[in-house]
């Protein structure tokens, strides 16, 4: 597993890495105007560039001579660098004495005679009189080195690419040196700044480490949480608040459903203590019925109560509620009933399960049956946009009741038959079906009841 880093750390390694970036594009913005000029003064600010890495190869090359006196001893790297640009000189001078260190370029020594006793920390760049290429440069600037300072001089020196990054590295360095301070004050009041800023979500990791299944109903505060943060918090409360509902109503079913599944079982055991009754196997078989219509129920609705998507298979929306229509016929007409099927188009797919698309159906349409008065008309309509109503003119439903018949279990009283799972179990197929149900009043009195699906793209 991958420790995760802490945002305080990256965020302060970001910070001194800006303040690095920053001084690099102020040292190229201070060389820039230079390096785009006319082109010989363009040439000039070049190969200027190369001065750094020149100066630095004499100042390693310097030693203690056989007289005990310091000298300039060539090292491999700056032999190879004469070698590679043979207009390249160099020289060192005493300060004490303004005397040309032995090794320095005869040439370059003796043309800066006379000039021994200046000193200067800030680099001073010359060019020689009479010169014949005039874009040749020099430059002196007084170092100290291992052996105390002294005055290094270099000239001639041709510009490559890589002294533009040898270059930039050296000053970078050398505000380092002098800015170390700045910086590590201003990371330091960075870090802490934000510490505190994070010390909030501590808290909230508190709270959160503090909830579990018995305590759903707490929530995290936002108290004094970053504004780039309270969107999480928030939605890990909106997270909380949807578990805390589910595991509520699983509760509920849970106890629901025991209780549903005791009363058949109370009654069976009471027949069973009573074999001698004439009715005794009629009535167990009807008992067990009862308690197979229930566990098949609760079959479906565990089926479909935590599913999100349904089939994708096509179902024709009309010739289903055709057909749905059409099995109840016989029924309605044994009761003195009727039932009507209305549509205004042939065919409308969506994408769903057949069989769970039925049983909606199914159930709504008798359910109206059983509703609707002797002699009247249960209507069954689809319309535009996958719409299927179904409409009877019974006693209706009262508005206060229009969200809770659709509980698990709901009914309005216990003399209601059933387990109260049918409509519940209705709603849960049709969501699955990304689709939405809901009753109003039928015009003239009585129950509709009103499905709509997304139609197949």
């Excluded at 363009?42 to 200027?48: C, E, H, M, Q």
């Excluded at 098949?296 to 999100?308: D, I, M, N, P, S």
């Amino acid at each position: 597993m991958i420790r995760p880093t802490s945002l305080s750390l990256r965020l302060s390694i970001f910070l001194l890495a800006g303040q690095l970036l920053c001084f690099a594009g102020m040292l190229i913005g201070h060389h820039l105007p230079d390096l785009i000029g006319d082109e010989q003064h363009s040439r000039s600010a070049w190969n200027l560039l190369a001065e750094v890495r020149a100066r630095t190869l004499v100042v390693r090359s310097l030693a203690i001579g056989p007289d005990g006196s310091v000298a300039i001893a060539p090292t491999d790297e700056l032999q190879a660098l004469v070698a590679k640009h043979p207009t390249l000189q160099f020289a060192a001078f005493a300060p004490e004495t303004g005397a040309a260190l032995t090794g320095s370029s005869p040439a370059l020594a003796q043309a800066l005679s006379g000039h021994g006793d200046i000193m200067t920390r800030e680099m001073a760049v010359f060019r020689i009189k009479g010169a014949l290429n005039k874009e040749l440069i020099g430059s002196y600037r007084s170092e100290k080195t291992p052996f105390g300072p002294f005055r290094i001089v270099t000239y001639g020196y041709t510009f490559e690419w890589w002294d533009l990054f040898y270059h930039l590295y050296r000053d970078l360095i050398d505000v380092l040196r002098t800015s170390w301070a700045t910086i590590a004050i201003a990371v330091a009041i960075g870090w802490f700044t934000l510490r505190r800023g994070l010390a909030p979500i501590d808290s909230a990791v508190l709270q959160a480490r503090r909830i579990d299944m018995s305590a759903l109903d707490q929530r995290i505060s936002c108290g004094g949480i970053p504004s780039e943060i309270t969107p999480l918090i928030e939605t890990i409360n909106g997270a909380l608040a949807r578990l805390d509902a589910g595991v509520a109503r699983q509760r509920r079913f849970l106890a629901n459903a025991a209780h549903e599944l005791r009363t058949p079982l109370t009654i069976m055991n009471a027949r069973i203590e009573s074999p001698e009754k004439p009715t005794f196997k009629q009535d167990l078989a009807r008992d067990v019925r009862r308690l197979r219509n229930i566990v098949e129920q609760l079959l479906v609705y565990a089926r479909f109560g935590g599913e999100k998507d349904s089939s994708n298979a096509d179902v024709d929306v009309v010739g289903l509620t055709q057909a749905m229509v059409d099995d109840h016929a016989l029924v309605a007409v044994r009761n003195g009933k009727s039932v009507e099927f209305q549509s205004e188009q042939e065919s409308m797919p969506i994408q769903g399960d057949r069989r769970a698309l039925e049983s909606v159906v199914g159930n709504l349409i008798d359910n109206a049956l059983r509703a609707e008065p002797e002699g009247g008309t249960v209507i069954v309509r689809v319309g535009p946009g996958a719409a299927i109503d179904v409409l009877d003119h019974g006693a209706g439903v009262a508005e206060s009741d229009r969200e809770a018949i659709f509980e698990p279990f709901w009914r309005k009283s216990d003399l209601t038959p059933g387990a109260g799972l049918g409509l519940a179990i209705a709603k849960e197929i049709i969501e699955a079906h990304r689709g939405s149900i809901r009753v109003e009043e039928t015009p003239g009195g009585g129950a509709t009841f009103k499905m709509s699906f997304p139609t197949k793209s």
